[in-house]
């Protein structure tokens, strides 16, 4: 071979290297991140109108090679068990057939569920999804996997009702449950926790610094030291009528505009945590959690009105 053979030869292996490498894996984000985003069938009027009809969407795609079902039931992605409360829930399940470690995100139309931001755990997998409403009408649901995986997620009605209630009008919810639904800032979630040991004392009453700003006030309901179980609520003030029964409240003092103060009303008092500034996520959380009580105190109202019928 010529030296000006070699020379070309070369330079058209190189050339068709730059292109390739250029080009890049189709749907790739510059953050390694496989970005399926709003490109798979699940966007499709066809798979919308089915889901309306029969509760179940589901698509399969082949890059990745990836099926994702949305379902209002939980038998329906093959789950089982009482835990699961299909009234107020919609599934999303992931079926990720690669043995590729990959990020992936996808966007969900909001025709499955009112886009919302949330942190979800799946229920069958050691995989964590998080939520975010990209604006336009979906929700992009990005997650990590590893080897083939599939990965099942519980979306709560609960946080899609708040959402569109903030997002449409927010007085009439507020009145008919007394509670004020999450704030819409970016605020970061740095908890700081009061002992419980100063809340089982003689006393019974912590002040808190308020250093001259506002302060999100918490207690786990679920009264646990396992982080899974814990139910954050939001802390009420001790002269509302739902500081009577909860198990500590707060209240201020006219001398001391400097401090907020805790109080214990139980011998076994739950975890209390504050941050200064209400933060995203977890004001979220505690707004949603309420709503589910509320929820749950009227199907329990419910379940006691037919008891009384049949008995």
């Not at 942190?119 to 069958?124: F, N, P, R, S």
């Not at 990965?151 to 507020?174: H, M």
Request: charged share 25%; net charge negative; aromatic share 8%.
């Amino acid at each position: 071979m010529t030296r000006d053979r070699l020379l070309a030869c070369v330079l058209a292996v190189l050339m068709a290297s730059s292109l390739v490498a250029g080009l890049g894996p189709i749907g790739v984000a510059a953050d390694d991140t496989v970005a399926i985003d709003d490109d798979h069938g699940l966007t499709s009027e066809s798979a919308i109108d089915e889901f309306n009809e029969t509760g179940v969407a589901e698509t399969t795609e082949t890059y990745p090679d990836v099926t994702m079902t949305v379902a209002e039931d939980s038998e329906s992605v093959g789950l089982e068990g009482i835990q699961y409360t299909d009234f107020d829930s919609v599934f999303l399940q992931v079926d990720y057939d690669e043995s590729i470690d990959r990020t992936l995100r996808v966007y969900i139309p909001e025709a499955y569920w009112h886009p919302h931001p949330d942190e979800l755990e799946a229920v069958d997998a050691d995989v964590t999804a998080s939520l975010e409403p990209t604006g336009d009408g979906y929700t992009a649901v990005t997650m990590h996997v590893e080897d083939e995986t599939t990965a099942t997620f519980e979306v709560k009605k609960q946080a899609s009702l708040v959402f569109n209630a903030r997002e449409t009008t927010t007085s009439w919810l507020e009145n008919e449950t007394g509670m004020d639904l999450p704030r819409l800032d970016g605020s970061s979630d740095q908890w700081e926790y009061v002992p419980t040991a100063e809340l089982t004392d003689n006393d019974s009453t912590v002040g808190i610094d308020t250093e001259g700003e506002d302060v999100t006030l918490q207690y786990d309901a679920a009264n646990t030291a396992d982080p899974n179980e814990q139910a954050w609520r939001t802390l009420p003030a001790c002269t509302s009528s739902a500081g009577d029964s909860a198990p500590v409240c707060h209240f201020d003092r006219a001398d001391d505009p400097d401090h907020v103060y805790i109080l214990a009303q139980t011998d076994d008092p739950p975890d209390v945590r504050y941050h200064y500034d209400a933060g995203f996520t977890a004001d979220i959380r505690s707004s949603v959690g309420e709503l589910g009580d509320i929820v749950d105190a009227v199907l329990e109202d419910a379940r006691s009105f037919i008891d009384g019928v049949f008995d």
